[in-house]
Structures are given as C-alpha cells and as structure tokens.
T-cell receptor
Framework: QKEVEQDPGPLSVPEGAIVSLNCTYSNSAFQYFMWYRQYSRKGPELLMY????GNKEDGRFTAQVDKSSKYISLFIRDSQPSDSATYLC??????????????FGQGTILTVHP | ETGVTQTPRHLVMGMTNKKSLKCEQH?????MYWYKQSAKKPLELMFVYNFKEQTENNSVPSRFSPECPNSSHLFLHLHTLQPEDSALYLC??????????????FGQGTRLTVV
C-alpha cells in the first residue's frame, strides 16, 4: 500500500467549475500537509499548507484536512484555464523533521477548458 | 537570480558517460534535497543535506553520488546510468527549525534522458 494515494486523473472541467482534488494517507505520523502546483516543464510550487484538521482558505483555494479519516482535499472555486496544471499533495511528520522531507502523492492532472 | 536554480535544464547521456547536475539556492536556506520524478510515479526523495552534511540516503543506487560543498550548492554526479534512470531530477531547499522553518522551494528540474 502506498503511503499517499492520489487519483492521477486526468480531470477535465469547464471554466468556472468547482474542482475537488483529494488524497488519502496511511501514516498517522503525518501532521503537516501541503498542496503543490506544477505547470508543464516547471518545478512544483507551493500553493497551500495546513498543520491541523480543518479548513484553510486562500482566495479561490480551500485546503481541508480530516486527520480522523486520513483524508485531505483541495477545492478550487471559479476555476480558470490558468489553473490547468498537475496538483501534488505532500505531507511530512512535524515537528522535529525536515520541512523538505516530503512524501508525495502521484499528482492529479487538471485541465480547465474555456 | 530566482530562488532555486538548476542546470542544465535538459541532459542526454549515454550509459557509459559521467555527468553532473548542479543546483544553487539563493534563499539562505540550510537544507537541500534531491528528488526524482518519473512518469506516473510520485516524487521520490533521494538525498537530504542539512548544513552540508548528508542526513538521508533513501536507498539510492551508488551510480548517483551527491555532493554538497556548501549550504548554497548541491550536485548530483551521475555515472553508468540505466535507461530507467531517465526522469526529471528536482532540487529543493528549505530552512530548518531553530532559525525559522520554511516549506520546501523547488527548482525547475533537469530532464535527464539516458540512451
């Protein structure tokens, strides 16, 4: 069993749709959760991070963590063609470990068409 | 110079060649990492360096040899690679706890093709 499971998609939605991206994990030591966005031919860039169960909102993006279910989500509201990218969930145990020592999901390829 | 810079961006090498990948970070971080990104697989952590010292090697074959001469520079020396080593190699850096931890920032990667 993979430590982090993420549906690779691909996911194709019309502009303006609400997008839901999800990951499940098996290691209960994970406490710090991140979403990275990776455009084609680019490195991953950090989109959002959360440290505890609950919701965190940043503009059109909402990150949700449910530690009891070992399930994290990223919601994108009013999706735009510029949101087309691969979305990677990542996680790490904290504190006392490196913030760069991450376990990643496989990534979900998202296309938002006009 | 932007945060984490990797060179070259693309590399094609034969199985008997020796080449090196370079990474430089301009963020003042004290930790650096090598990740491998293969098609249809999650990013895999290869090596971790904290304050220039290697603290983790995730069972990486010896044909990959990292070097960290200072906290701003990281190299990955490659020799006698196999075609299955073809992948995107990503460098990242972060600041460890104690002086203010940060999340990892990634470079744009080196696309390696082994022929």
């Amino acid at each position: 069993q993979k430590e982090v499971e993420q549906d690779p998609g691909p996911l194709s939605v019309p502009e303006g749709a609400i997008v839901s991206l999800n990951c499940t994990y098996s290691n209960s030591a994970f406490q710090y959760f991140m979403w990275y966005r990776q455009y084609s031919r680019k490195g991953p860039e950090l989109l959002m991070y959360t440290y505890s169960s609950g919701n965190k909102e940043d503009g059109r993006f909402t990150a949700q963590v449910d530690k009891s279910s070992k399930y994290i989500s990223l919601f994108i509201r009013d999706s735009q063609p510029s949101d087309s990218a691969t979305y990677l969930c990542a996680m790490t145990p904290v504190p006392g470990t490196s913030y760069g020592k991450l376990t990643f999901g496989q990534g979900t390829i998202l296309t938002v068409h006009p | 110079e932007t945060g984490v810079t990797q060179t070259p961006r693309h590399l094609v090498m034969g199985m008997t060649n020796k080449k090196s990948l370079k990474c430089e970070q301009h963020l003042g971080h004290n930790a650096m990492y090598w990740y491998k990104q293969s098609a249809k697989k999650p990013l895999e952590l290869m090596f971790v360096y904290n304050f220039k010292e290697q603290t983790e090697n995730n069972s990486v074959p010896s044909r990959f040899s990292p070097e960290c001469p200072n906290s701003s520079h990281l190299f990955l020396h490659l020799h006698t690679l196999q075609p299955e080593d073809s992948a995107l190699y990503l460098c990242a850096s972060s600041q460890e706890e104690g002086t203010g931890a940060t999340e990892a920032f990634f470079g744009q990667g080196t696309r390696l093709t082994v022929v």
